[in-house]
T-cell receptor, first 113, second 112 residues
Framework: NAGVTQTPKFRILKIGQSMTLQCTQD?????MYWYRQDPGMGLKLIYY???????DKGEVPNGYNVSRSTTEDFPLRLELAAPSQTSVYFC????????????FGPGTRLTVT | GNSVTQMEGPVTLSEEAFLTINCTYT??????LFWYVQYPGEGLQLLLK?????DKGSNKGFEATYRKETTSFHLEKGSVQVSDSAVYFC???????????FGPGTSLSVIP
């Protein structure tokens, strides 16, 4: 039972390049989330999904896209990377119901230069 | 709307000192409340939770009580260790609300 896995762990992009951050879970959770965490700061929600085929914007969606074709996978796409997207990206999952906690992946550290 | 306020720190304590990190919330309905901990270079992990008023969550010597009358969920530990150095996030999950609301995090450093 791997929980929430994220790949890659680290990545350096040049300005204008694109990439996909992968997130996979094996807990059969309906809810999945993408957050970014800038150095010394808290979490900002980028996108989330309440189930396969359903996604919605968080507070900082600009410059990102997501898809949710299966329960297990929730990839985050960065188009035309900018230095402002330098951050650590965390994927999280949760069961339906507000009594349940989120489970976080180990994060992807992205640098855009 | 839903929101979480917590003391921002940084907090520096000597080993074996008493820790309190304040957290207050605003929510519609009856939310569940959580404390997450983030150790350096890692993702967040659940420390403890409480799902109804007057519940006490506890784990690893940390405790927090869900106080509806004061809308608070303060984190406490009687004797901190160097290994408790981390960032602590208070969070809430409200009924029929898909997003989890996090506080800004409190950085704790424990010195020997």
């Amino acid at each position: 039972n791997a929980g929430v896995t994220q790949t890659p762990k680290f990545r350096i992009l040049k300005i204008g390049q694109s990439m996909t951050l992968q997130c996979t879970q094996d807990m059969n959770h309906n809810y999945m989330y993408w957050y970014r965490q800038d150095p010394g700061m808290g979490l900002k929600l980028i996108y989330y999904s309440v189930g396969a085929g359903i996604t919605d914007k968080g507070e900082v969606p600009n410059g990102y896209n997501v898809s949710r074709s299966t329960t297990e996978d929730f990839p985050l796409r960065l188009e035309l990377a900018a230095p402002s997207q330098t951050s650590v990206y965390f994927c999280a999952t949760k069961r339906w119901g507000n009594v349940y906690e989120q489970y976080f992946g180990p994060g992807t550290r992205l640098t855009v230069t | 709307g839903n929101s979480v306020t917590q003391m921002e720190g940084p907090v520096t304590l000597s080993e074996e000192a008493f820790l309190t990190i304040n957290c207050t919330y605003t929510a519609t309905g009856y939310p569940s409340l959580f404390w997450y901990v983030q150790y350096p270079g890692e993702g967040l992990q659940l420390l403890l939770k409480a799902t109804k008023a007057d519940d006490k969550g506890s784990n690893k010597g940390f405790e927090a009580t869900y106080r509806k009358e004061t809308t608070s969920f303060h984190l406490e530990k009687g004797s901190v260790q160097v290994s408790d150095s981390a960032v602590y996030f208070c969070a809430l999950s409200a009924p029929s609300y898909d997003k989890v609301i996090f506080g800004p995090g409190t950085s704790l450093s424990v010195i020997p």
